[in-house]
Structure formats: C-alpha cells, structure tokens
C-alpha cells in the first residue's frame, strides 16, 4: 500500500502566514510569483529542497 505524501502550506516570507499555495517534498518552483492574503504582500520566489528564497527584483 503506498504511503501518502505529505503536503505543505508555503508561507509567506514576509509575515509567516499560510498563503493559498500548496507543495509536496519534490516539488521544484522558480520565478514563482507568491501572494499572501494575510500581509498581502506580493514576491517572487524560488523553491528548492525544502527552502524557501526570496527573488529581489531591480526596481524599474
């Protein structure tokens, strides 16, 4: 019988809130735009192995 995944909330870097996203331990994001409806607070970030890192964009 398989065992089930576990499945996470992503957190918001910012506040540490649940934001609406939802990963598994293998998942993989890059440039992965990131809104948290607690702070709203609106990030690109990436994810890789369990970590989370915050994409600082240069100001336009």
Known sequence: MEEKEKIKWLCCPK?????????????????FPLFCPKCKYTCVIYFKDGKTEEI?????
Do not use: Y
Request: net charge positive; charged share 30%.
């Open 15 to 31: 506040c540490g809130g649940k934001t609406r996203t939802q990963i598994r331990s293998h998942t993989v994001l890059e440039d």
């Open 56 to 60: 600082k964009m240069p100001d336009a």
